[in-house]
């Protein structure tokens, strides 16, 4: 099946700075999407975006599809920014991996006041 | 519009018993989505139903199944409860058959603790 893998595991910053995170899978896929899990376990649902770019506010995110890989720009962060972020993708080539998202093990983010 | 609705938010089985839990998903969705959050081992895809029909099941034994009910709500149940089976247990909808090329929303999950 598909791998994902997403870095770095663990990010802290201060209030304010910049932050990228990055999303790298093995296979083709037709369906990326990234979430946010909030501490109550909510994941919330930032992009779908299985390739090109989209801007929501503070958050963009890139998907290069050839490269086989996906960033997550989080600027000018706030409190409320930490959480887990995940990256998973799907694909629709049939067999076992129809409607399945395989989920990356997330990014840990903390953004101190 | 209502979200994802799950139910309850927790539950407290003991070993070998049976547990159920339930799904609403946004109107017009057609397609449930189950996935399983144990601790250490990331979200992991349990079952996918469409139209009424299993479409499609992750890597998890047959004591896990579920069904679709006729106004697109489901129910996960899971027999013969072991401890490993403790986790958060997350619902998605979606609009369905489109190829797989949609956004998935979640629900806030129904976190289950085995005995």
């Known amino acids: 099946g598909i791998q994902v893998e997403q870095s770095p595991p663990d990010l802290i910053l201060q209030e304010g700075a910049n932050s990228t995170l990055r999303c790298n899978f093995s296979d083709s896929v037709n369906n990326l999407q990234w979430f946010h899990q909030n501490p109550w376990g909510q994941l919330i649902n930032l992009f779908y975006?299985?390739?090109g770019t989209k801007q929501n506010g503070r958050l963009s995110a890139t998907t290069v599809a050839t490269e086989r890989y996906s960033l997550l720009y989080i600027s000018s962060s706030q409190t409320t920014d930490s959480g887990v972020y995940f990256c998973a993708v799907g694909s629709n080539a049939g067999g076992t991996s129809y409607g399945k998202l395989t989920f990356g093990q997330g990014t840990i983010l903390t953004v101190h006041p | 519009e209502a979200g994802v609705t799950q139910s309850p938010t927790h539950l407290i089985k003991t070993r070998g018993q049976q547990a159920t839990l339930r799904c609403s998903p946004i109107?017009?969705?057609?397609?449930v989505y189950w996935y399983q959050q144990a601790l250490g081992l990331g979200l992991q895809f349990l079952l996918w139903?469409?139209?009424?029909?299993?479409?499609n099941r992750g890597n998890f034994p047959p004591r896990f199944s579920g069904r679709q009910f006729p106004n697109y709500s489901s129910e996960l149940n899971v027999n013969a409860l072991e401890l490993e089976d403790s986790a958060l247990y997350l619902c998605?909808?979606?609009?369905?058959?489109?190829?797989?090329?949609?956004?998935?929303?979640f629900g806030s999950g129904t976190q289950l603790s085995v005995l």
């Open positions: 109107s017009g969705h057609t397609s």
């Open positions: 998605a909808s979606s609009k369905g058959l489109t190829g797989f090329k949609e956004k998935l929303f």
């Open positions: 139903y469409d139209e009424g029909e299993e479409r």
């Open positions: 975006i299985p390739s």
